[in-house]
């Protein structure tokens, strides 16, 4: 089993910027090569939703529309953590932020929960108006 844990979340205003990382270990984690990754978040009262996912090399990435051009994931393999930097922000934004993790490739199925096998605590981000 992987360990995610993720960090950054806060109180921020609309128009900021945040950035959200997530740092993976555990006994079988060997590095996040291996692993395809993945952003979700959840706001009160609604399912948990895909945001970003990010294949083990880091060329492949998927973006659900509300934040594409605002938000980007990118990988740090030396130090076995993903990132959510996110511009912009909304409102709507506002939500818990989770990552998670699956190893081998990623694929379509990235954008369901189902597809993963490791999810960190997640991280609160809240964005005033």
């Known amino acids: 089993q992987v360990q995610l844990v993720e960090s950054g979340g806060g109180l921020v205003q609309a128009g900021d910027s945040r950035r959200l990382s997530c740092v993976a270990s555990g006994r079988t984690f060997d590095t996040l090569n291996s692993y395809a990754m993945g952003w979700f978040r959840q706001a009160p009262g609604k399912e948990r939703e895909f945001v970003a996912a990010v294949g083990r090399t880091g060329v492949t990435m998927y973006y659900t529309d509300s934040v594409k051009g605002r938000f980007a994931i990118s990988t740090d393999i030396t130090k076995n953590t993903m990132y959510l930097h996110m511009n912009s922000l909304k409102p709507e934004d506002t939500a818990v932020y989770y990552c998670?993790?699956?190893?081998?490739?990623?694929?379509?199925?990235?954008?369901?929960?189902?597809?993963?096998?490791?999810w960190g605590q997640g991280t609160q981000v809240t964005v005033s108006s």
């Open positions: 998670a993790a699956k190893r081998g490739p990623l694929n379509r199925g990235a954008y369901h929960t189902s597809f993963y096998e490791s």
